[in-house]
Structures are given as structure tokens and as C-alpha cells.
């Protein structure tokens, strides 16, 4: 055993690693920058309604770096102006991609959505918030596989898939189910040929373990969540199509973290929260104002919205906001009464004068507008069933809620929703003093930059320590 002396004792070698130098593009999986023609195995995430906007998508490819545009909420008008804009700005060869995210209830959404794609050539999604592989993802998978001169089939359109859970991934591991794929032929969505290539790609070049995000999450450890992934990818071995690779997102905001993902052994990082806190996001400067204050523990899990009847789970910003409170007194009430007229007076006038600063009869008016034009069959399964009804209600305010905080109206800011995790703290503490505390010099590629770049001299030095060690025994 050494002595304790000698257990601190510094590193005895000159250089133990003999001279290695990492650089920030030998982080992660070659084939990841090769194939999406990146120079690092890095990504920015989707962020809804636009706030991973245009801009930050170009600015992104123009550093030769990939975004993804937040297609979730937007019109097909809007998602289209964008295809438009960007490509423009970025020609065909800068990489770019949109959010394709899973509409179960109304999977004709996600149909216009893939159309479109498919129509304007897009040749990259992050598909998300998929619990098995739908029609309109395969269509968009298979449409234009080709064989190549060597008899290899060639990809057209790269998945991305982002999953919170093992299970889930399983499915983007493997080429798409076979029903699924004969009903799109059927259907005209691809053809005879494509189908047939269709059984030897499997559905996602990459999958992104999401672990404890901003926005919707199952807040599952980074290093438990990843490991496990990596581990499923390997046993996937001798499906058919090419290996997929495997990269983390959730709690990214530092080069310590970085570095900690490709540790434990992802292909490529994701970040999210940090890049709402730019120059580029389209969000409010209110917005982004209280992001760059938040610490680490600044942030509260929610009921997601979109999803309030199944309890699934969304992270925001806690700091200042009353927002993180009023929504889980909502989803505590909505489990708890049957409609709202069963909330008790005093609840019922609070949440209407305080929360909503509306009443439950004009919500209720301006949804009902709302579904006229898009789901006409939901107004009648909400005036049969009054829970239906008051679940659209408290939705209602979910929405409200980030069109405020996106907006950056002063006079309701306690009610901000913004979806934030742990990562903006990390990364605000980082940097706390120097010039980029400020968002108005914080920039996406940027941030990539600094987190790559800093991520390899992380892993140097922890590599060096621990070669020193190793070497001053032998
Ligand atoms: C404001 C915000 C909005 C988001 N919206 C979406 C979305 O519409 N679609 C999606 O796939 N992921 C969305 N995400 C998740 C991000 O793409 C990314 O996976 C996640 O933020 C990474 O975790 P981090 O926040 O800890 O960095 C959103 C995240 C944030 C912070």
C-alpha cells in the first residue's frame, strides 16, 4: 500500500499522455460529423414555437455546426416560411433539421408536417416525444432509399430519434415493423421499391437519450440513463442497417459535462436549455433576462400541458415565477374534481381573478373557437364529458403561459411559462464575471465552442492526472 504521503503526491512523469493533444472534433463519433457534415459530434435541440428559430438554425450551419427548428406549435404557413428561410441562407450543403414531433391524438399533424418536409427535401429530423414508430415517421424514413452502385442501400432522410426511456428506443434500433411499412405502400407513401429497401435500414441513425431536461421529461439520471442506452444500442447488434449511434442530452451546459457524456461513452451531446439564454433564441428578452439568472436549483417539475390528462412531467423555471405553483395546483384540482363546477367556490374564484385573470365561461368560448377550425369532434366530446371540458380549460393556461413568457409581457411575468432545466444554472455559474454573462453576448455556436473546446482540455487534464498516477506506481 502507498503511504498517504505518496497517495498526494503530483504526477512524476513530464508529459504521461507523451505529447496527445485532444481536440474538441475528436469528441464523439466520426461518422456522426461525417454524415451530417458537422465539425463537431454536437447539436443544438428543437425548441417549440420557434425559439429555436430560424436564426439560430443558420447561425448554426454557417459555423458548420447542426440545429434543429422548433416546429412543435407553429402553423404549416409558419414551418414552411422557415424551410424556405433557411434554406436559402444555407444552401445545400450547411446542415440544418426540423423537430418531427409525434401527434398521437392527431396524427394527421404529423402527416402535413412530414409532407411538407418531404415536398421542400428536408433531409433531417429530431423526431421526439415518439412511444412507437408511426406511419408518417416511416413514410418520411423510407421515402427516397435507394441502392447504391455497391449494392448498399442508401439513406435519404436521417432520423434523429430523442427517447427518455430504453424501451422506447428499442424501436428506432431495429428497420420499421413491418406492418406499418406494408399499410404506407399501400397507401401510396412510398413505393414497391422503397418498402422493400425499407427492411434492411433501420429507423434512426442516431438516438438521443434525453435524461433530466428542460421541458418534457422523465428526469432520469444522465449517467444511469446513457450507460443503459449504450448498452441496449450494443445488443441490437446484427439487426439489419447500420449501427446506430447513441449521444445524451439533459443537464449539458458545461464543459465538465461534456466531457462526462463522452465518458460515458456517448456518439454526440444535445443541448437545449443554454441556448434559449442567446442572442439567437426567439423568445422574449424578459425571457431571457430571468434565464440568465438562474442557478442550478432554480428550476420545478410541472405537469406538461399538452399532456395534463396522462400527468405526464415538463421542467421550468422556478425563480420569481408563480407559474411552476399555479400549474400543479391545476393538475392537483383536475385529478381531484370531476368538472369545474365541482371546485370549491373559493378555489374557483381564485384561480379565475388571480390565475387566469379570465372566467372559466370566456376560456371556454375562446376554445371552443379554437377547435371549431381545428378538431370540431373535441367541443363535443367536451360538452359530454365535463372533465374533458375543464381539462381544455386548465390547458388553456398552459398556453397562455408561454405565449406570455415568449412575448415578454410585463404585466402578467409571475405567470411566465419557460422551460428550463438544471443545465442554464451550470452554465450561468460558469459564466459569472466575464462578458458573456450578459445573453446579449451569448451566441449558440458560441456556446458550442466553449463547451467542445473546453470539454477536451476537461478530458486532457483529467487524463494526464490520472496517467500520472498510474505511471508514478509503475
Ligand atoms: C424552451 C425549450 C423548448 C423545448 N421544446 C422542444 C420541442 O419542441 N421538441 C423537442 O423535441 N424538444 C424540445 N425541447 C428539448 C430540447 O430539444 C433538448 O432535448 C433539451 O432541452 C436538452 O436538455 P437541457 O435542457 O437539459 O439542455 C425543449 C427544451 C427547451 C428548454
Known amino acids: 500500500m502507498p503511504a498517504d504521503a505518496d497517495l498526494l503526491a503530483p504526477p512524476r512523469l513530464a508529459d504521461p499522455l507523451g505529447g496527445l493533444l485532444l481536440r474538441p472534433e475528436d469528441l464523439g463519433s466520426p461518422e456522426f460529423r461525417r454524415d451530417h457534415r458537422i465539425r463537431y459530434a454536437y447539436v443544438a435541440g428543437s425548441m417549440y414555437k420557434g425559439v429555436s428559430s430560424v436564426e439560430l438554425v443558420v447561425r448554426m450551419g454557417r459555423a458548420g455546426l447542426l440545429g434543429y427548428f422548433g416546429t412543435g406549435g407553429l402553423r404549416p404557413e409558419r414551418v414552411d416560411a422557415a424551410i424556405g428561410t433557411i434554406q436559402q441562407a444555407l444552401g445545400p450543403d450547411r446542415p440544418y433539421g426540423f423537430n418531427l414531433?409525434?401527434?398521437?391524438?392527431?396524427?394527421?399533424?404529423?402527416?402535413?408536417?412530414?409532407?411538407?418536409?418531404?415536398?421542400?427535401?428536408?433531409?433531417?429530423?429530431?423526431?421526439?416525444?415518439?412511444?412507437?414508430?408511426?406511419?408518417?415517421?416511416?413514410?418520411?424514413?423510407?421515402?427516397?432509399?435507394?441502392?447504391?452502385?455497391?449494392?448498399?442501400?442508401?439513406?435519404?432522410?436521417?432520423?434523429?430519434?430523442?427517447?427518455?426511456?430504453?424501451?422506447?428506443?428499442?424501436?428506432?434500433?431495429?428497420?420499421?415493423?413491418?406492418?406499418?411499412?406494408?399499410?404506407?405502400?399501400?397507401?401510396?407513401?412510398?413505393t414497391a421499391e422503397e418498402a422493400e429497401l425499407g427492411l434492411r435500414v433501420r429507423m434512426a441513425d442516431d438516438v438521443c437519450a434525453e435524461a433530466d431536461s428542460g421541458g418534457h421529461t422523465d428526469q432520469r439520471p444522465l449517467v444511469a440513463l446513457l450507460p443503459d442506452m449504450v448498452r441496449q444500442r450494443d445488443r441490437a447488434v446484427g439487426l439489419p442497417g447500420a449501427p446506430v449511434r447513441v449521444g445524451v442530452a439533459g443537464g449539458i451546459g458545461t464543459p465538465e459535462a461534456v466531457a462526462a457524456a463522452f465518458v460515458l461513452g456517448a456518439d454526440f451531446v444535445v443541448t437545449g436549455s443554454i441556448n434559449q439564454c442567446t442572442v439567437e433564441a426567439g423568445t422574449s428578452a424578459a425571457a431571457?433576462?430571468?434565464?440568465?439568472?438562474?442557478?442550478?436549483?432554480?428550476?420545478?417539475?410541472?405537469?406538461?400541458?399538452?399532456?395534463?390528462?396522462?400527468?405526464?412531467?415538463?421542467?421550468?423555471?422556478?425563480?420569481?415565477?408563480?407559474?411552476?405553483?399555479?400549474?400543479?395546483?391545476?393538475?392537483?384540482?383536475?385529478?381531484?374534481?370531476?368538472?369545474?363546477?365541482?371546485?370549491?367556490?373559493?378555489?374557483?374564484?381564485?384561480?379565475?381573478?388571480?390565475?387566469?385573470?379570465?372566467?372559466?365561461?370566456?376560456?371556454?368560448?375562446?376554445?371552443?373557437?379554437?377547435?371549431?377550425?381545428?378538431?370540431?369532434?373535441?367541443?363535443?366530446?367536451?360538452?359530454?364529458?365535463?372533465?374533458?371540458?375543464?381539462?381544455?380549460?386548465?390547458?388553456w393556461y398552459f398556453v397562455h403561459s408561454t405565449r406570455l413568457a415568449m412575448s415578454g409581457r410585463p404585466e402578467q411575468r409571475v405567470d411566465y411559462q419557460i422551460a428550463c432545466g438544471p443545465a442554464m444554472g451550470a452554465l450561468n455559474s460558469l459564466l459569472a464575471g466575464t462578458p458573456r454573462q450578459d445573453w446579449r453576448q451569448r451566441h449558440v455556436d458560441d456556446l458550442a465552442e466553449l463547451l467542445m473546446t473546453g470539454a477536451a482540455e476537461v478530458l486532457q487534464r483529467r487524463l494526464r492526472e490520472v496517467a500520472g498516477r498510474a505511471g508514478a506506481w509503475r
Open 101 to 190: 414531433l409525434a401527434s398521437m391524438d392527431q396524427p394527421r399533424r404529423e402527416e402535413q408536417t412530414v409532407d411538407l418536409l418531404l415536398a421542400r427535401g428536408v433531409r433531417r429530423v429530431e423526431a421526439a416525444a415518439f412511444v412507437q414508430v408511426s406511419p408518417a415517421l416511416v413514410r418520411y424514413r423510407v421515402s427516397g432509399l435507394r441502392r447504391g452502385p455497391d449494392g448498399a442501400v442508401r439513406v435519404a432522410n436521417r432520423v434523429l430519434a430523442k427517447v427518455s426511456r430504453a424501451d422506447v428506443a428499442e424501436a428506432f434500433l431495429r428497420p420499421p415493423p413491418e406492418p406499418v411499412l406494408d399499410a404506407v405502400r399501400a397507401a401510396g407513401g412510398v
Open 288 to 395: 431571457k433576462d430571468m434565464l440568465q439568472r438562474a442557478a442550478v436549483h432554480d428550476t420545478a417539475i410541472v405537469p406538461a400541458g399538452d399532456m395534463l390528462e396522462i400527468g405526464a412531467r415538463a421542467q421550468v423555471l422556478k425563480r420569481g415565477l408563480f407559474f411552476p405553483a399555479r400549474a400543479n395546483k391545476l393538475y392537483d384540482i383536475y385529478r381531484h374534481c370531476g368538472s369545474l363546477e365541482e371546485i370549491d367556490q373559493h378555489t374557483a374564484e381564485q384561480i379565475q381573478q388571480r390565475y387566469f385573470r379570465r372566467s372559466f365561461d370566456d376560456i371556454w368560448a375562446e376554445t371552443r373557437e379554437y377547435y371549431q377550425a381545428a378538431d370540431p369532434a373535441e367541443i363535443d366530446r367536451a360538452e359530454r364529458d365535463p372533465k374533458r371540458k375543464m381539462a381544455l380549460v386548465f390547458k
